[in-house]
C-alpha cells in the first residue's frame, strides 16, 4: 500500500449542520486499513470491521463512511475507497449522488487513476447536444 500509507481523516456534518462529525484511519503498509478514531464522542460511532476495512455509523442518524483498500490486478497497487453517506437531511429526494457530493471520498480519493466510480456524476452523459429542436 506504498503512497497510500498514513494517518486520513474524513468529515461530515449531522442534519442539524452545526456538529461536524470526523472519522480517523490509518493505511497500513501490508495493504490493510483500520480504524483509529472518531469524535466528537456524541453521538456514539459504531464501527463494523471486515476484512477489506470498516465501517463507521454514528448512532441515531444515517451519517456514516465505508473504508476499504482494494488490491488492483497488477498486485503492486492498490484502491483506496472512501464512501461517505450524508444521512439524507432533506427527506424524501431520490437523486442518488446528488445530495451528499461534498461528502463522498472529501480529497481521500488517492487511487492511482481509477477514480472509484467519481467519472459518472453526470457530466459524461453529454446528452444536451442531441436534444436540440425536440421541444417543438
Known amino acids: 500500500a506504498e503512497g497510500h500509507q498514513g494517518d486520513r481523516t474524513w468529515s461530515a456534518y449531522l442534519c442539524d449542520g452545526t456538529t461536524k462529525v470526523t472519522v480517523t484511519y490509518r493505511v497500513n503498509a501490508d495493504g490493510t486499513v483500520s480504524f483509529v478514531g472518531a469524535s466528537p464522542s456524541t453521538p456514539t460511532a459504531t464501527v463494523k470491521t471486515s476484512d477489506k476495512g470498516f465501517r463507521v455509523r454514528f448512532d441515531g442518524t444515517k451519517v456514516g463512511v465505508k473504508v476499504s483498500l482494494h488490491p488492483n490486478e497488477d498486485g503492486a497497487t492498490y484502491t483506496l475507497s472512501v464512501k461517505g453517506s450524508s444521512g439524507k437531511c432533506g427527506g424524501h429526494d431520490k437523486h442518488d449522488g446528488d445530495s451528499h457530493d461534498g461528502d ?31 421541444g417543438d
Open 104 to 134: 463522498d471520498h472529501d480529497g481521500d480519493h488517492h487511487d492511482g487513476d481509477s477514480h472509484d466510480g467519481e467519472s459518472h456524476d453526470g457530466d459524461s452523459h453529454d446528452g444536451d447536444s442531441s436534444n436540440t429542436g425536440s
